[in-house]
């Protein structure tokens, strides 16, 4: 079992940054492949970023390449997602999520095993 706890949400101007983290426990981190999802009001769960346990394989929504990074420190059990020029449209709960599969990077929401909480995140124009 691996619990996942998120935090690092909040609310910031179009434009503004702000650094998700998510501290992971129950399972050795570096066997995981870690992602991060989000979810507006009224919409899917969506993919944004996931990086498997080694970093060499990375993928990104096409909405937030250039602009958000997904990095992972493995000694800390903690994987981190940098958001910088935010748009009202990031606005959504941000998920923290873990797929036993450490190798292979998955867009897919139903392939991870493992979920946080989640953390809101607001953007205002």
């Known amino acids: 079992q691996v619990h996942l706890v998120e935090s690092g949400g909040g609310s910031v101007q179009a434009g503004g940054s702000l650094r998700l983290s998510c501290l992971a426990s129950?399972?050795?981190?570096?066997?995981?492949?870690m992602g991060w999802f989000r979810q507006a009001p009224g919409k899917e769960r969506e993919f944004v970023a996931a990086?498997?346990?080694?970093?060499?394989?990375?993928q990104y929504a096409d909405s937030v390449k250039g602009r958000f990074t997904i990095s992972r420190d493995n000694a800390k059990n903690t994987v981190y997602l940098q958001m910088n020029n935010l748009k009202p449209e990031d606005t959504a709960v941000y998920y923290c999520?873990?797929?036993?599969?450490?190798?292979?990077?998955?867009?897919?929401?139903?392939?991870?095993?493992?979920w946080g909480q989640g953390t809101q995140v607001i953007v205002s124009s």
């Open positions: 129950g399972r050795a981190f570096s066997s995981l492949t």
């Open positions: 990086r498997n346990w080694s970093g060499l394989n990375t």
């Open positions: 999520a873990a797929d036993d599969d450490r190798l292979i990077v998955t867009t897919t929401a139903s392939r991870y095993n493992y």
